[in-house]
């Protein structure tokens, strides 16, 4: 009970408070963070109350940096490569640098403290990394644009071996009262960035060909659970003269490469299964390290406070200056940056200023800061002072930076994309992949060794595969009038048919008719169906809100989009009339750019638009929606 009760208490506190928080719109680990703090403080909290640092670095960080990596893409990563690595390394090392020198100044001359500069470079070594945790909860809560998220996402997950490397070769020299050269700090970066790397790689290796031998869903997500450990702990093991490799990055290799191969090497039940335990891991371990940050506060001021070489408003200036340094660092290293890859490198992918200006004060620090503060030695120069500075950094960035990061990503005009944006590249990628279905259709169907497909098979399959499409287009347009689109009166329809099946599924269990397994596969099989159809229109209120235009990658992806007259005028403004004509009804209109026929679109009854399209052969139509502007053509199945 000693044990069960705090668990219990710690997590009920965790999802009250991120409840309360989404309801009224407030960062759940600032509000976490800061009621811990208020908590420490409390007569009934035990005290001293101190997260031993090995159960952060081993427990919690494994997992929430495989939870992160897990989201993370590949192929963005990729794409930003060189904004990652620059911001990853050597930034880090500019902040660990010039913290040092800061903390050095502050406690050596203006102190009189009798602290090498190794202890003050160890310190800028531990506040030097942006969390991944806080990092993510910050960016997304906000709404930044993708591109601004994977960067912090990108540098968060892998500057934590610069920083951890850092520290130890720092720590090292100001224990041991000696100097580590600059041969030795960069083998140990070496050894932990590439050993790290290929660790990680080994792993993923493992892991993958054990996955691709498992079909048990709860077996494969069982092996996601130890994945983490299995990357992590080798590379930790690895010590070669003193240096470590990077359980950190093995972690993050592993977890970024099982992402990208997790639709090959699992199958599609295990993939759901995982994100919906992955998902609810995260969340608790992530906002469980903020509620423990804070918890930590009064022990970690009590420690100053009866230190005898400093006092508690000496040090408490003294972090307000290093926090003030870190946060100014960061700008006047990124800024620059940015303004070379743009210019005089003219990087082809280069940040633009509003993006670095953003980028540049998204550094919130979080768990990492704070672990590898504790880690230092007790024999370590002016510990204890050197952790409330971490403290003071991590709850100094997640306020400051954290609260107004939403409002100066609002007066630079950046935003996550248009959720209609999303809505329009998801439906042609979603027409492309059911032409392909339908393809391989016609294929198996044409084979004259394969045994014959009865026709009401062929057309129900054709039918399904239409309806997919349909309803990725139906997620588009601003709507005439309140008629509902023929896929939205299906999901209506059928929800109420399987709330119905459920209630008869139900009764029959009620009345003892039904075998436990049987009714778990049967109840399994509705609840995915409901869910799948719930989760349909999850967004859709947020699709009327700004004009949808063509995405940018996207324009001009052919000649006839490219040639296209977006100023023909219509035919007529409100109505199909051929619709008009036959007594139908259409769901969206379309506007041929060629000759200006209106027509409606493939998830209304008479189709008219491609229709038109086939009889003329006017290959472009741009969407005649209130609020939107893109274009699609016909003979090329592509945006522009």
Known sequence: MDVALPILLLVATVVIITTLSRRVSLSAPLVLTALGALASYLPWMPFPFEVDPEVILLGFLPPLLFAAASQTSLIDLGRNRIQILSLSVFLVLFTALGVGVVAWLLL????????????????????????????????????????????????????????????????????????????????????????????????????????????????????????????YLPAEEINIDGAHASGVIAVVVCGVLLAHKAPIIQTAQSRVYERMNWSTIQFLLENLVFLLIGLQTRTIVDAVVHDPNIGLGSALLVSLGVLVTVMLLRPIFVMPLAWLWKRPFSLANALSLREAAIISWAGMRGVVTLAAAFLLPENFPQREAIVLIALVVTVGTLIIQGFSLGWLSRRLDLHAPDPREDALQAAQVTQAAVRAGGAELDRVIEDPDAPPVPADIEHALRAQAERRANLAWERLGGGRDDSEAPTEVYRRLRTA????????????????????????????????????????????????????????????????????????EPETHDECPECIREGTTWVHLRLCLTCGNVGCCDSSVSRHATRHYEETGHPVMRSFEPGEAWRWCFKHNLLG
């Not at 001359?109 to 070594?125: H, K, M, N, T, V």
């Not at 989760?535 to 809100?545: K, L, V």
């Open 108 to 231: 050596h001359s203006w102190l009189g403290l009798a602290i090498p500069f190794a202890a003050a470079l160890a310190l800028g070594g531990v506040v030097a990394p942006p969390d991944a945790v806080a990092a993510t909860a910050v960016a997304r809560r906000i709404g930044l644009p993708k591109r601004v998220v994977t960067i912090l996402e990108g540098e968060s997950l892998f500057n934590d071996a610069t920083a951890l490397v850092t520290v130890r070769t720092a720590a090292a020299a100001a224990v041991t009262a000696g100097g580590a050269s600059l041969f030795i700090a960069s083998r140990d970066f070496l050894i932990a960035s590439i050993g790290g790397a290929v660790v990680g790689l080994i792993a993923f290796k493992v892991i993958a060909y054990v996955r691709t031998h498992v079909t048990e869903p709860v077996t494969d997500v069982a092996i996601s659970f130890l994945s983490p450990w299995l990357a």
């Open 497 to 568: 048919m399987l709330q119905a099946e459920r209630t008869k599924v139900l009764k029959m269990r009620d009345h003892g008719l039904l075998d436990h397994d049987i009714l778990r596969t049967v109840m399994s099989s509705l609840d995915i169906e409901e869910s799948m159809i719930a989760s349909i229109g999850d967004r859709e209120e947020q699709m009327r809100d700004r004009m949808l235009l063509t995405p940018e990658g996207r324009k001009g992806g052919c000649e006839d989009l490219r040639d296209a007259d977006s100023s023909v």
